[in-house]
T-cell receptor
Framework: GDSVTQMEGPVTLSEEAFLTINCTYTATGYPSLFWYVQYPGEGLQLLLK?????DKGSNKGFEATYRKETTSFHLEKGSVQVSDSAVYFC????????????FGKGTRLSVIA | NAGVTQTPKFRVLKTGQSMTLLCAQD?????MYWYRQDPGMGLRLIHYSVGEGTTAKGEVPDGYNVSRLKKQNFLLGLESAAPSQTSVYFCASSYSGRFQTQYFGPGTRLLVL
């Protein structure tokens, strides 16, 4: 079945450091790919998405590129802030569109000043 | 626009008690979902609904029942609570289609003693 694997955390970085959170997927067809973020005590919210190969999603300084050849959708940010501390989830939805999102297990990021 | 709301925010139950979690959305979304979030397990889908009057099982449906009598509401029931159902429960909703964003509620924290 479809699945998402993301790097285990927690990840601890200093402010202004470069962030990469790896995400790879297994799916039939051409899924849509998403990154969601969960701030402490809140529900998940969409951070960015990409719907076809080579698409780049971006938002709030975060970027991720849909790489079909490596089945990856790694999340990157050039300079993290303390306010970026959260749990990040990679997710996919299959081509049919009639199935719920499949989530990775999440990666906790802590940014220290 | 309230988005997705969940009631209650927090509840303590004794083993064997029953309860219903309510999810409401005001975005006219066709699809609604119930997830549970446990440490190290990410988000796991319990049940979902693709329209009023229809429901389907997710990854971990045992011990839960759902109903979607109105398009805007999705209820999650625990008939006989068990300590293993201690978790944070999230509801989400979306339009149909593989590009669509899922919008999440703030969560319900449930403790079963």
């Amino acid at each position: 079945g479809d699945s998402v694997t993301q790097m285990e955390g927690p990840v601890t970085l200093s402010e202004e450091a470069f962030l990469t959170i790896n995400c790879t997927y297994t799916a039939t067809g051409y899924p849509s790919l998403f990154w969601y973020v969960q701030y402490p005590g809140e529900g998940l919210q969409l951070l960015l998405k990409a719907t076809k190969a080579d698409d780049k999603g971006s938002n709030k300084g975060f970027e991720a590129t849909y790489r079909k050849e490596t089945t990856s959708f790694h999340l990157e940010k050039g300079s993290v802030q303390v306010s970026d501390s959260a749990v990040y989830f990679c997710a996919l939805r299959t081509t049919s569109g009639n199935t719920p999102l499949v989530f990775g297990k999440g990666t906790r990021l802590s940014v220290i000043a | 626009n309230a988005g997705v709301t969940q009631t209650p925010k927090f509840r303590v139950l004794k083993t064997g008690q029953s309860m219903t979690l309510l999810c409401a959305q005001d975005m006219n979304h066709e699809y609604m979902y119930w997830y549970r979030q446990d440490p190290g397990m990410g988000l796991r889908l319990i049940h979902y609904s693709v329209g009023e009057g229809t429901t389907a099982k997710g990854e971990v449906p045992d011990g839960y029942n759902v109903s979607r009598l109105k398009k805007q509401n999705f209820l999650l029931g625990l008939e006989s609570a068990a300590p293993s159902q201690t978790s944070v429960y999230f509801c989400a909703s979306s339009y149909s289609g593989r590009f669509q964003t899922q919008y999440f509620g703030p969560g319900t924290r449930l403790l079963v003693l």
